[in-house]
């Protein structure tokens, strides 16, 4: 019943809420990108969704538009040359993820769930078959994020979306909520280079 029913209720009820709210904010963003640097307010790009399916995620830019197409940041050989001003503290405070509200309000996405995969993505995407983690609703934030984000290296982050995957609750969900609420005032997992980067780290 609630991973059928309540679940999406919420969503739709905790992203409109957000919009209405938000609404000013997300507005001030969208005027400090048109003023940063040439190109779009927001990105569009290809991603992973339920049962593997495509759609596409919506996010404030916060990158060059000379950047190269579809490439995840953590392949990136130098990722912060290509972060705009605006970006580099979008990206630190996680508020280039708001126009996601829209994505859950629209039905591609929920507000806890696994991360959605680039469509290119195919080792994550891989390794999530063997937990039935793509057979659940993407998300704003999940388990993984409040895990280790980025620092995480993909066949651990996979896992942890299967435990999500497995887990699903309102009691799991709301802990995963407040558990990002602490992990984004604290910036915690945010790591400019990408999926796996702590592990890089210690092997230098």
């Known amino acids: 019943m609630y991973r059928r029913v309540i679940k999406r209720f919420l969503d739709i009820v905790l992203s409109l809420a957000g919009i209405i709210v938000l609404a000013l904010p997300l507005a001030i963003i969208a005027l400090v990108i048109r003023l940063d640097s040439p190109g779009p307010v927001f990105f569009r790009q290809k991603r ?18 000379d950047t190269p197409k579809d490439m995840p940041t953590h392949m990136l050989s130098d990722p912060a040359k290509w972060i705009t001003r605006s970006g580099a503290f979008l990206r630190k405070t996680s508020l280039d993820e708001l126009p996601q509200l829209f994505n859950i309000l629209m039905g591609h996405m929920s507000v806890i769930g696994p991360r959605p995969a680039l469509w290119n993505q195919e080792d994550l995407i891989a390794e999530r078959d063997k937990y039935g983690a793509n057979d659940v ?19 651990v982050k996979a896992r942890l979306d299967g435990e999500y995957a497995e887990k699903i609750s309102f009691a799991f969900d709301v802990k995963c909520f407040i558990g990002t609420i602490t992990s984004v005032l604290r910036h915690e997992g945010v790591v400019e280079g990408g999926t796996g980067q702590l592990e890089k780290d210690k092997k230098k």
């Open 48 to 65: 992973f969704g339920i049962h593997k399916s495509f759609f596409d995620i919506l996010k404030f830019r916060t990158m060059r538009t």
């Open 137 to 155: 609703m993407p998300g704003l934030t999940g388990w993984a994020q409040i895990n280790g984000r980025d620092e995480l290296p993909i066949d």
